[in-house]
């Protein structure tokens, strides 16, 4: 009895959203089997990605636990940090595959990126959300857009397409969720098109060719273009039911690149098939739709706006990944959430989900007047 | 009133963004069921495709024996290093690191270097071949880190005799681009060689076989994972020579040094016993790594190694021509067995200054056509051609078999020339002179023929009257039953229509040439224990000035200098029912008495001493 109570205390110590935290575990659990298949026997992968998701789940926990409006404080300082470590990574970084995207910190290696990749939307939740009006005005919108710009933009120079994609994408959402006009919309929309020829101008070569590859892959068929190539024989090779675990040709046979990270899904559709991919497609979507409910009934505009934003960022990463191995978008260099093996990217998804947490077990509380 | 409206705001558009978000979701799963589902066939193929690879196995090459089943041609497995282009990232560090384990000589590289260049048809290349068993091991220990390098097992062409039956069989060499567009794609897969010249190239069909296939799975790196299964190759049949390899090794000694062929034939089946040119070359050359040092010496050697003297050798035939010469005399009733005319020193043109020289300086005298041909008299066959005419002279000749191909089973064989007015305008462009007509009676001037031609020659006086189509292959055996499948002789066909006295006259003098004292053959007749009939033949090959003739100081020639007469002689034997027909050339070898005459007695010594040792064995056994 004595324990059952303790045991109902900790439970309320750790503020966790139930279904928010099974859908990850599903997906965790997906992310892992496919790892087991893909990484080909390496056992010491599959350890490091275990580790890096228990730190994950771990980050989780923590962050669902610090209120909500202590970010709401300490944001501009968090994204302040972030831009000056943008900077440092940009001048003193380890280059990896040609990007300068790490530094080490003595005990991990760290993309100062991922941690924009929160610290932006949350800045822009917070100036956005201190509007008086119902919606910002000007001058507020253009600051976002300006606060938005900057991290952006170095993470681009890094160069590092698929993260300064994500961060502006975040961003954007907070703007739009926040109520800009749709004539405004409309506006920088036109503006952009008016712009994309500067920008393709801009862009690296590896990064055009990226793009001109996309449009025709067969166009390049043993150099770039053989990644989306060979992914898609995977993805359709794998048929309705698929090849069955461990089974799939492409991917062991190494001819899918990069098959444990960029290109898992690859893997994962060789393997389950459509069938196996639509279960993946539901829990992805219960995880969005989740977390729209919390967004929706959240307590102030600060965690309405960074919820929305988090959830539909997330959304994003998994569209434009997979859009981009089934060969719907370039390969842009964004990772399936929590099944492409990789540090960083987990943990800063899984923090994120900590936040969403905070948010989701704050209302209550804050009801009960307990807060 | 700010707050709800804000949430109002936020939610609608939550669900703009959320509809959008939607669609796309559902035109992503749209995209993923296409891949899947629709085009999941097309997919499944291309994946299959990647991963299944089909390897072909050569089918090992029929083997070649001799008349009496001695293994003249076989294959034995070579360990060759390959290098994969598609795998190799860095050639030039590959290169080194392989160079390290296993000798590679510059030729190699640069041969290597050069199908490289060239991209060639199959996936792997050929860097060094006939590897030591030491040098795979070493390989094997460091294969892992040698990636695009690997030692293969391959059947290669070995003959065991090297250089005897090279112009006989001819060779295999590696597939050229020009071989690749002749050859059955399917047939070929897999195969790195190809008969080029001899047997290996006549009867590639029957040589090769069919390959079989290895089903395998590889992965991107194209290295095989697992077998899954395959067809077995079709072996290539078996093809038996008509060749003896005795008298094969009997002919190619006795030509010792000199440059020149031996072809011996038995008249009834048209069987080529013995076919030799000289100088030969080691034919294991080709489908080993040939050093291009080694084979350019080869090709540019004055000597011609690889001219094959004995089918594509065109040479003047002389005196031995003179048998013919009389029967197409007797043939046309110009000529008389028993007429004596006044041979002297030369001939001259009823009309013409020009003077024809006879080979014995002081001539021959009153002198019938008997012993013109056993002293090989040519005044008297100069007046006998002139007589004949160079028309009649040549239908004749033609009846013989010289000036056309004899159809013998093997590459290269050349026609040889019967010169006519008719020929001379057409290949010549000029109108015939008297005086060529004169020298076609002694085998000399335009008229041109092979040494098998003059075999075939031989055996048609043998046969008196009959030709035979000389043939390489007896038999064939095929790898699915395994039975040899003897080849049908070609049938025998009259073509000199002369009556029995004509050929015992002109075959008697033959035998005389041999067994009469002065006969022009008569040192080889010692011992002799059969009965041959022959004719010498010495062809100049300068022409012989007025002046050193008389008075002028001639000089000596050093034996085998390319001054030196070619020495010629037919002969067969025995002279009652004819086995074998032989002819001998040897390029510059001086008279056919001395050179030539000497090899045939010593081939058909064997050939009769191999008869009777195969003969007491049957009495005994």
């Not at chain 2, 003047?316 to 006044?342: C, T």
């Not at chain 2, 001998?584 to 007695?601: D, Q």
Request: glycine content about 10%; hydrophobic content about 45%; aromatic content about 10%.
């Amino acid at each position: 009895m004595a324990h059952a109570y303790r045991f109902a205390r900790l439970l309320r110590l750790v503020r966790v959203d139930y279904p928010l935290l099974f859908l990850l575990l599903a997906l965790a659990l997906i992310g892992v089997m496919a790892l087991v298949s893909s990484a080909g026997g390496d056992a010491e992968l599959i350890e490091r990605q275990l580790v890096r998701l228990l730190i994950g789940f771990a980050l989780m926990f923590a962050l669902a636990s610090v209120p909500v409006h202590a970010w709401q404080r300490w944001v501009p300082a968090l994204y302040l940090g972030g831009l000056v470590l943008l900077l440092v990574v940009l001048f003193a970084g380890e280059v990896i595959k040609g990007a300068q995207r790490w530094l080490d910190i003595r005990l991990v290696r760290f993309q100062p990126s991922e941690l924009l990749k929160i610290a932006t939307p949350m800045l822009l939740c917070a100036l956005l959300a201190g509007s008086a009006a119902d919606r910002p005005g000007f001058s507020r919108t253009a600051l976002a857009f300006v606060l938005l710009a900057m991290p952006a933009a170095l993470i681009l120079l890094q160069p590092d397409l698929g993260t300064a994609f994500l961060v502006a994408v975040s961003g954007l959402f907070v703007i739009f969720l926040a109520g800009l006009q749709y004539r405004w919309i409309a506006l920088i929309l036109a503006g952009a098109m008016a712009a994309a020829p500067f920008i393709w101008n801009s862009l690296r070569e590896y990064q055009r060719q990226r793009v001109l590859v996309f449009l025709d892959p067969q166009s390049d068929p043993l150099g770039a273009g053989y990644h989306i190539i060979q992914s898609k024989i995977a993805i359709g090779g794998g048929g309705l039911w698929g090849k069955g675990w461990m089974n799939g040709t492409q991917g062991h046979l190494g001819f899918v690149p990069e098959r444990s990270t960029d290109f898992v899904f690859a893997v994962f559709a060789e393997e389950f098939g459509f069938m196996g991919v639509c279960v993946l497609l539901a829990v992805y979507l219960g995880i969005v739709v989740r977390g729209m409910m919390i967004a929706v009934s959240a307590a102030d505009q600060f965690s309405r706006l960074l919820a929305g934003s988090l959830t539909f960022s997330f959304a994003v990463y998994v569209l434009v990944n997979l859009a981009m191995v089934s060969g719907l978008l370039p390969v842009v260099g964004v990772p399936l959430p929590l099944l492409s093996y990789g540090g960083t990217s987990a943990a800063t998804l899984l923090a994120s989900f900590g936040i969403l947490m905070a948010i989701s077990t704050y209302r209550p509380m804050m009801r009960r007047g307990i807060v | 009133m700010s707050e709800r409206a804000r949430q109002l705001l936020f939610m609608r558009r939550t669900r703009v963004a959320a509809l959008v978000m939607l669609a796309l979701v559902a035109a992503l799963a749209f995209h993923l069921f296409t891949l899947q589902v629709t085009e999941h066939g097309h997919y499944r193929t291309l994946s299959d495709e990647n991963r299944l690879s089909l390897i072909p196995s050569p089918p090992p090459r029929g083997l070649i024996y001799d008349r009496s089943g001695l293994l003249l041609a076989d294959n034995r497995t070579v360990y060759s290093l390959e290098i994969t282009p598609s795998l190799v990232a860095d050639m030039d560090a590959l290169l080194r690191q392989v160079r390290a384990v296993v000798e590679v000589g510059d030729d190699d590289l640069r041969r290597f270097r050069k199908a490289l260049r060239a991209g060639g048809f199959t996936r792997s290349i050929e860097l060094r071949t006939r590897l030591s068993e030491e040098e795979v091991a070493r390989f094997a220990v460091l294969r892992h880190h040698l990636r695009g390098a690997d030692v293969v097992g391959r059947l290669v062409r070995h003959y065991p005799y090297d250089e005897l039956f090279a112009h006989a069989i001819g060779y295999v060499g590696a597939i050229s681009r020009d071989d690749l567009a002749a050859l059955d794609q399917r047939r070929y897969r897999g195969a790195r060689h190809v008969g080029k010249t001899g047997i290996e190239n006549h009867y590639e069909r029957e040589l090769h076989g069919l390959p079989g296939f290895r089903r395998v799975e590889v992965n991107a790196g194209g290295h095989l994972i697992r077998t899954i299964g395959g067809s077995k190759p079709r072996p290539g049949s078996d093809v038996m020579l008509t060749i003896d390899t005795a008298l094969q090794e009997q002919a190619y000694s006795a030509l010792g040094d000199h440059d020149g062929a031996v072809v011996a034939l038995d008249p009834r089946s048209g069987d080529v016993l013995t076919l030799v040119s000289k100088p030969s070359f080691d034919p294991n050359l080709f489908s080993g790594s040939f050093s291009r040092e080694r084979y350019r010496r080869l090709l540019n050697s004055p000597d011609k190694p690889f001219f094959n003297r004995a089918v594509s050798g065109q040479y003047p035939p002389g005196s031995i021509i003179k048998p013919m010469v009389a029967l197409a005399a007797l043939h046309n009733h110009v000529g008389d067995m028993q007429r004596k005319i006044f041979a002297g020193p030369y001939y001259q043109l009823p009309g013409y200054s020009r003077r024809y020289h006879d080979w014995r300086e002081e001539g021959h005298g009153w002198i019938n056509m008997n012993t013109a041909i056993v002293q090989s008299c040519d005044v008297f066959f100069y007046d006998t051609a002139h007589r004949l005419g160079i028309n009649r002279l040549a239908l004749f000749l033609e009846d013989f078999g010289l000036g056309r191909p004899t159809g013998v089973d093997t590459t290269a064989e050349l026609s040889g020339i019967v010169p006519s007015p008719q020929w001379k305008r057409e290949a010549l462009g000029q109108a015939w002179f008297p005086a060529e007509t004169i020298i076609a009676g002694i085998g000399q001037g335009y008229m041109l023929a092979t040494p098998l031609q003059m075999a075939a020659m031989a055996a048609v006086l043998a046969n008196r009257g009959e030709r035979v189509v000389p043939r390489l292959v007896k038999a064939v055996r095929q790898s699915d039953t395994g039975l040899w499948r003897p080849l049908p002789v070609a049938e025998r066909k009259r073509v000199i229509a002369s009556p029995p006295e004509h050929w015992d006259y002109v075959i008697d003098a033959m035998n005389a040439v041999i067994h009469r004292p002065n006969g022009t053959a008569y040192r080889i007749s010692r011992g002799m224990d059969y009965v041959a009939a022959g004719k010498t033949g010495t062809v100049q090959v300068r022409e012989i000035k007025e002046d050193v003739r008389y008075g002028g100081e001639k000089e000596e020639l050093e034996p085998g200098s390319k001054l030196e007469d070619h020495a010629m002689f037919i002969a067969f034997a025995p002279v009652e029912n004819p086995e074998i027909a032989v002819a001998v050339v040897v390029e510059h070898g001086g008279s056919g008495a001395r050179t030539a005459a000497p090899i045939a007695r010593k081939l058909l010594d064997v050939y009769f001493g191999l008869l009777r040792a195969q003969f007491s064995l049957h009495a005994s056994g």
